[in-house]
Structure formats: C-alpha cells, structure tokens
C-alpha cells in the first residue's frame, strides 16, 4: 500500500558492508536498517560534502514528518547527470536508504525514483557504469508502474 | 648445415638486428610560452592501485593479469555494495610503494610505535572508520573526516574513493597543483626562493620548486607535525619529515609522479611511491567546500550519545 505506507524500516541482508566517503558511513548510519520513505520534495541541499534532500512524508495517522535523505557529494552526482534542478519542490519520490543513528529522521539514500518511472541512484551503487545507464530508466508516467516499483524496493530489501 | 651453426647465424643477426634498431626517443613535452616544459591539464587520479603490495607477493612490482582482474573486480565489488564511493579500474602496478622494492613501507622505529600506542589512551591515531570504536569527540575524526585535508601525499594518492581530479597550473615562477579532494591548491614558487621560517608549519608544508631537465621537481618541508597523512592514518608524523615529488610527462598523455618521504622521527628509512597519472581534458575539477555542511560529524557524535543511552539503560 504505497499510497498510506510511507515508512517502512527493514532490516536488510547485505552482501557487504558498505564502503564509506570521506567519514565513516556505519558510524552514521544503521547498516540493518533500511527505510522506504514515499514523499513530495519539500528542498534540495546541493552541499558539500554531501547533498541533502528534504521531503515530507505522510504518516499513516495524517501527520507529516520531514526527512533529510543525504546523498553523494554534489561533485560525483553531477558526473551522473543529476543537478540541484533535478528535484523540483512538490515532486513525488520514493526513497530508498538507511537510518541514522541519531534517532533524528535523517537517512542515507541509495536509491529514489519518480512516478514518471525515472530511477537514480544517490549512493555509488551505480558508479563505474556509464552515464546512461547510471541515470536513466525512463520507461513511462503511468501509475501502476510507480506502485510496482515502491513495491519491488521493498522486496529487493526487507528479505 | 650443422644445427650449431644455425644458432649461431641466428643470434648473429639477431645481434645486428637490435645494434641496428632506432633507441626510443624520450618524449619532449611541449613548452609553455615562457620556456619551461608544459605540464599543465587534468591528471585525474582514477586508478585502483593500494598503498601497499601483499607481503606474499615479495618484490614482484606488477600483477599477472588474473591477479589484475581479480583486483579490478574486488574494486567494482567495493563500489556496488558501498555507499558514497565510485569505481576505478585496476592497473597490473602491484603497490604504490616502490622503494622498498618488497612494496611495503619501512619499519618504524621504536619511539614512532610508542608515540603512536600512546594517542587516544592507545587507541592510536584516528582514523576514517575509527568513529565506528569511539566517537567521545572531533579528536576521534582524522583529518579527512574533519574536513581539514588529506595532507600530503594523501592528498596525491589514486582512488580516493571519489573527487579524484588533480590538475597543473603554470605562471612563470608557480607551479600550482591542484587536488580535488579536499579542495587543496599548492602555489609552489620555482624561482629559488628559501623556505619559510621553520616556525611557520602547515598541514600541506611548504613547497619549493626548480626544473631538472624536463622534470619538476618539488621540495616540501615544514610540515605541521604530530598529525597523520591521509592514507598513512596510522602513523603520526614528526617536524622532520620532508618529501620530494618528481613530476614529468613522458607521454602526451602520461604524467609520471614518484614521491620520496622521510621522516627520521618515524620510519628507519625513506620510501618511494610512483603512480602514472592519466591526461583527462574532458575531466571536470568542482569545488568540494567539505565543511559547507559536514552534518556527518554531529551525527555521528549525537548517534554515539545515543548509543551510550540506550546501554545505560539496560
């Protein structure tokens, strides 16, 4: 039920622990813990070392709560064509990434896409491929495939 | 014919074969209008090459090609399964450590070990993941962490995870170096000019540049000392360390870059580390303002008061 469901916080097998930037990402982050976050842009932070994006996220009571999903440096996610443009204020995404340890609602993005079917990745999980196929997944605007695809981040994630 | 006069033809024409063939040239670069020989560009530093060679693999300085691939394919795996990091091919170069010829940094000497044991109430010096042990305060950050620097010659170091560009800018009398990583520029004078005061340290040092022949070279001493050079994190160094990097083009498209660092305070001997840099016009240098918005330090402390908490509690 992606339309009421906006967080859902698994805990997550990985293969690896992940690797981290100029700080330490498990000192920050919750490696078990990934949250799926389905909410409207409220900001973009396009700063260093690392970009911020803010959205709001309906809760399933009808109260509001705003996130702060933190992605690559400004520098390796304009390499993969994404521009503080990208994300206009009011633009639905999904979110996929880990939570904070703060307890604050702040966590780390991997991965949004768009109800348009577009999907990016804010983390390096696409780095090394080329720009094409780093960026884009434009398949199309309808609403079935934006549910499908809430859906499969679960799936990929919450075994 | 008798078999040992066919050897015997064949290694005398092999001999005037090879006495006969052209030397390679060595290459000129061009010059830049003043003269001197034209560095400039962007020499990124996409390479997958580690500091250090296995100790199995003893003096051999380069990969055989299952070993390369296997590397390379470890450096993909790193950059699928992490967070914030971009992927860099391998090259068949073994280590960046040259000299020792096993590869492998010099011992340390016996009062460098005590001095390190003692930081942190034996923690040792900070390093990148050393918040995940202890994160009491900025003293638990190395200096990467904090967004100060990576230091020298941390900050020359391949595959640095991301931010990889280092370009060359020339004047007459400068030679500037530039590292993406963190936003570090080097105003180098090379018009033969003494070092600062040897009270006045920094984190970078202070370079001196002159030319040998088609090669610059870079002298840099006065160095801030009891801090850890990126990559090296777990070696505080001393006021006696001094490096001299060597840069030269020897392609159109190739800068060969050897570093030369002595510290008598820390290691037994000098060490030498070599990289070939790439030439990459298309290469892209952005800013990297890392303390614009470092909220990964506060997180990482308030997740650590956090943790204290929930444990009292229990």
């Keep these: 039920m992606p339309g009421k469901l906006s967080l859902m916080v698994a805990g997550a097998l990985l293969a690896a622990a992940p690797m981290w930037a100029h700080h330490s990402f498990a000192a920050q982050f919750d490696q078990n813990k990934v949250v799926i976050l389905q909410g409207t842009v409220t900001s973009m932070e396009w700063v260093n070392p690392h970009a911020f994006i803010h959205i709001a996220v309906k809760n399933a009571d009808g109260t509001v709560t705003n996130w702060a999903i933190e ?89 | 014919m008798n078999k040992r006069y066919i050897v015997f033809l064949s290694l005398l024409v092999t001999g005037i074969m090879a006495a006969q063939a052209p030397k390679p040239k060595s290459y000129t670069p061009p010059k830049t209008p003043w003269g001197d020989p034209d560095l400039q560009g962007n020499w990124p530093g996409s390479i997958n090459i580690p500091l250090q060679r296995p100790e199995n693999m003893g003096e051999r300085a380069v990969l055989t090609e299952a070993e390369k691939k296997a590397r390379d394919t470890a450096g993909k795996q790193r950059a699928t399964t992490g967070t914030w990091i971009e992927y860099y091919p391998a090259t068949e170069q073994a280590s960046l450590v040259v000299d020792p010829k096993n590869g492998r940094l010099p011992p340390m000497i016996p009062e460098a070990e005590r001095r390190n044991k003692a930081v942190r109430g034996g923690l040792g010096p900070p390093t990148l993941s050393s918040p995940e042990q202890r994160a009491e305060s900025v003293e638990d950050f190395d200096l990467w962490g904090r967004c100060i620097t990576k230091g020298l010659v941390g900050s020359m170091l391949p595959g640095n995870l991301y931010n990889k560009g280092n370009r060359i800018i020339q004047a007459p009398g400068i030679f500037v170096i530039q590292n993406e990583m963190v936003h570090e520029t080097r105003i180098i004078p090379t018009d033969g000019r003494p070092h600062r005061g040897k009270d ?20 840099t001493t006065n160095f801030v000392k009891d801090i850890a050079m990126n990559g090296i994190n777990f070696a505080l160094l001393t006021d006696q360390l001094r490096i001299v990097e060597r840069f030269t083009r020897t392609t159109q498209d190739k800068l060969s870059y050897d570093a030369t660092i002595e510290d008598p305070g820390t290691w037994a001997r000098p060490w030498t580390m070599h990289v070939d840099y790439p030439l990459d016009p298309t290469y892209e240098l952005f800013e990297y303002a890392c303390h614009e918005a470092n909220y990964g330090m506060a997180d990482i402390l308030k997740g650590a008061r956090m943790e204290e908490q929930r444990r009292a509690k229990q």
């Excluded at chain 1, 949004?112 to 491929?129: P, R």
């Excluded at chain 1, 605007?141 to 799936?155: G, M, P, T, V």
């Design chain 1, 71 to 159: 992605g690559n440096t400004p520098n390796s996610l304009l390499r993969v064509g994404i521009t503080k443009k990208s994300l206009a204020q009011g633009t639905e995404v999904a979110v996929r990434g880990y939570l904070s340890k703060s307890g604050e609602h702040i966590a780390s993005g991997s991965s949004i896409i768009f109800k348009s079917g577009q999907k990016i990745a804010l983390g390096s999980e696409h780095s090394g491929v080329s720009h094409q196929e780093a960026v884009l997944e434009w398949i199309s605007s309808d609403e079935d495939l934006w549910k499908r695809q809430i859906e499969a981040l679960k799936l990929d994630h919450s075994d």
């Design chain 2, 200 to 219: 006045i340290r920094t984190y970078m040092g202070d370079g001196r540049g002159h030319w040998e022949g088609n090669t610059m070279v870079v002298e």
